[in-house]
């Protein structure tokens, strides 16, 4: 099933016309979980990451956001689509 994540971030790598998210897969963390890890650590392990708790959406943040000009856009092994929601013309 194609995802359908909106965002507004615009200066994320990931970020597509109309506010969506292009990526092939992100992971949600709580923030203290996120700032605790390296940029490799992303969507692609995030089945052993353990689970941990937010109070507020405040807490939590996409741990896939990488900013478009960065040096580390390749770090983590998550990919772009070119299409919107899931298409499957995927790019780095
Ligand atoms: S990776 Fe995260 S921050 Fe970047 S566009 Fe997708 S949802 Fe937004």
Do not use: W
Request: hydrophobic share 25%; proline share 5%.
């Amino acid at each position: 099933m194609p995802q359908h994540i909106h965002c507004i971030v615009s200066n994320c790598h990931y970020y597509g016309q109309g506010n969506k998210c292009l990526a092939s897969e992100i992971v949600v963390v709580s923030d203290d979980f996120g700032a605790k890890q390296p940029d490799t650590m992303d969507a692609t392990q995030a089945s052993t990451f353990p689970p941990s708790k937010a109070s507020t959406c405040m807490e939590t943040c996409c741990k896939t956001f990488v900013p478009s000009d960065s040096n580390q856009i390749h770090a983590d092994g998550v990919t772009k689509s070119q299409s919107n929601f899931g298409g499957s013309n995927r790019t780095r």
